[in-house]
């Protein structure tokens, strides 16, 4: 295979090297910072051969690290950046450990996966703020006598920390450190946090019963995860004070089993220039701002309008803050531009990421132009590309057209896949796909929902679902929130001149899947005929030599299920898809898995 298997987070890696952006450099620290912590807690439990002092030596060396660009950052430092610490490599036996310890499946899972965190994804906030939070508290709260305890929680509170530290040590210098431990999931309770022995025991064996701790966290929600860090570090501790928590801009303190707030202010930098999510509500000033970028000739700003795609509120507005948790978050926030005089859009805007995250995705998704409309910028996060009207969903194309149609489809998609193996693959994949102890039960709830039973095999959908993909290609992927047909379309010219598009390439919400999987997906979406379906697994294999048509077609009853889970998830949230359409997709999904399984011994 012409692969290489961490080649996203060694993307990752160059990208940081060849920025100029201290920032990205900051951030970049503090997800190795997190590498770390995880390699170091999987070694001291026993599944990870490295050696756990060589590794602790290396994790403290790089907190020093976090903690010294935090302050560059503060300060304004203009020295140059020294040099990008290499990504370390790791390779550890999923299966074995999930039969050994199951409640690190979860951590394999997140170790595999480059995840936006909130601050940069959909609770934003300007991270020096957290610098400024740690001041304020050193100056109305504090107890001057030692300094605190800092432990901030993987993922977000690891980027919080080195902040904290790096003010903290305006008053006690060196001693000022911080720790980061890892919540992860009960096997038994998903919904639940849980902290494994061995990583508690890496914090400090003893401290005095009345130092403070200050938890390092995203925005509580529940505020399960840190009531249960609390506790448990009450216990370990015999603690006479209360602990504290800080997310962005926000300062709480748990007093008898739940959180206090004590401060709430908005976590953005008010000397920065306006972004345009700060914008958003005012059609007048985005228009304005974006004008310059969209290469529309003769169009004066009073000439377009935005049209969002639901309401969204000024993000500074007082009467907001009573949302418990407020949430900057334009994730929920795509638009599009239209002239006023015809009602047409001309571009369309879609907010990726912002700092480190945003921008690596955007550099990312540069790879994937020729299945993308026409970009005319990426600013603030958002990606503002030209409205493509009068496309057409690829599986009326499949379903409608002539072969030669259909096969110069495949060819051209074909590629979409060859960039995500060279550009997005990842290290290893789950044992078995994450719906796998589930795929009954959401199964049962759509036949609940549509009010019929639907046509499938159990036996095929439970060898399916519970295939080891261990040879498998995996990358890290948009699939498991941009599954669906309408993300697949074309355009055919008079001239019989085709175009093919992916849309929601972006991974910032994403996850991990295996190429068989992926290519599963879009085949029973665009609802494929048998000799496409053979030749697009061929072409694809020219980049996955392990790939096979058989393999594909094994995991059909996973892109089913996958399509049931999603479906499922719209029908609650907020898009509300009618009832009479969820029927009509998933009947014809597994009427279309049935009519091809007696089909696929030919396929292969």
């Known amino acids: 295979m012409k692969d290489n298997p961490i080649s996203l987070f060694h993307e990752l890696e160059s990208y940081v090297r060849g920025s100029k952006d201290r920032l990205h450099h900051y951030m970049y620290a503090c997800i190795l910072e997190q590498r770390l912590a995880d390699l170091l807690l999987l070694s001291r439990c026993g599944v990870h051969p490295e050696d756990s002092d060589r590794l602790a030596v290396r994790l403290a060396s790089q907190r020093s690290l976090c903690v010294q660009a935090a302050s560059d950052i503060a300060e304004g430092t203009q020295e140059a950046w020294g040099s990008t610490p ?15 310890r199951p409640e690190l499946f979860s951590l ?36 001057p006598s030692s300094p605190p305890v800092l432990i901030g929680v993987r993922t977000g509170g690891a980027f919080y920390a080195p902040l904290w530290a790096s003010a903290l040590r305006q008053r006690w210098g060196s ?56 506790g448990r570090l009450s216990v370990k501790y015999r603690l006479n004070k209360s602990v504290w928590v800080s997310s962005p801009g926000r300062l709480f303190k748990i007093e008898n089993g739940r959180l206090v707030k004590r401060s709430d202010r908005i976590p953005l930098n008010a000397a920065k220039k306006k972004r345009i999510w700060q914008m958003l509500g005012s059609s007048e000033e985005v228009v304005e701002f974006l004008l310059p970028k969209l290469g529309i000739s003769d169009a004066r700003p009073a000439d ?21 948790p407020f949430r900057i978050n334009p994730k929920k926030t795509p638009f599009f531009i239209r002239q006023k005089s015809t009602n047409e859009p001309v571009a369309f805007a879609k907010f990726i990421g912002k700092d480190l995250f945003g921008d ?42 002539p072969s030669a149609v259909t096969n110069e489809i495949c060819q051209n998609m074909s590629g979409y896949w060859k960039t995500l193996l060279a550009s997005c693959q990842v290290s290893g994949g789950h044992p078995v796909h994450p719906l796998a102890d589930h795929w009954q039960a959401y ?44 993300h697949w379309r074309a355009r055919l ?44 697994v061929n072409q694809v294999q020219k980049e996955a030599e392990s790939l096979t048509v058989e393999a594909v077609a094994d995991a059909l009853p996973i892109a089913c299920i996958l399509q049931v889970a999603n479906l499922l998830k719209q029908a609650k949230g907020e898009s509300r898809l009618s009832k009479e359409l969820i029927l009509s997709e998933t009947m014809q999904s597994f009427e279309y898995l049935q009519a091809m399984k007696p089909k696929l011994s030919d396929v292969r």
């Open 86 to 100: 290499a990504w370390p490599d790791y390779k550890v036996a999923k299966s074995s450990v999930t039969q050994k």
């Open 108 to 143: 394999i899972r997140v170790m595999q996966e480059l995840r936006t965190p909130e601050c940069s994804g959909y609770d934003l906030c300007d991270l020096e703020v957290c610098r400024e939070d740690a001041l304020h508290w050193l100056r109305d709260h504090a107890d």
């Open 175 to 230: 001693d000022a450190h911080y720790h980061t431990v890892r919540a992860l999931r009960k096997p038994s309770d998903p919904g639940a946090s849980l902290y494994l022995p061995e990583e508690l025991s890496m914090l400090p064996d003893a401290i005095d019963p009345d130092t403070d701790i200050v938890i390092l966290e995203d925005q509580p929600h529940t505020g399960g995860t840190v009531l249960e860090l609390a």
């Open 304 to 324: 377009l309008e935005t049209v969002p795609s639901k309401s969204v509120p000024h993000w500074n507005d007082p009467m907001y803050r009573h949302d418990a």
């Open 360 to 401: 690596f995705q955007f550099h990312q998704l540069k790879k994937f132009e020729q299945y993308l409309p026409d970009v005319l910028a990426y600013e603030d996060g958002y990606v503002v590309t030209k409205y493509e009207p009068e496309l057409r969903e690829m599986r009326d194309l499949f379903v409608n057209m």
């Open 443 to 486: 199964l049962g709830e759509m036949e609940d929902f549509i009010g019929r039973k639907l046509p499938s095999d159990p036996d095929w959908f439970e060898q399916s679902l519970h295939t080891e993909w261990t040879s498998s290609a995996h990358v890290y992927t948009s699939l498991p929130y941009a599954n669906q047909y309408g």
């Open 493 to 536: 010219s008079a001239g019989q001149r085709l175009k093919t598009y992916r849309f929601h390439v972006d991974s910032t919400w994403g996850g991990t899947s295996s190429i068989e999987v992926e290519l599963a997906s879009f085949l029973l979406e665009n609802r494929v005929r048998p000799d496409d379906f053979r030749l697009l």
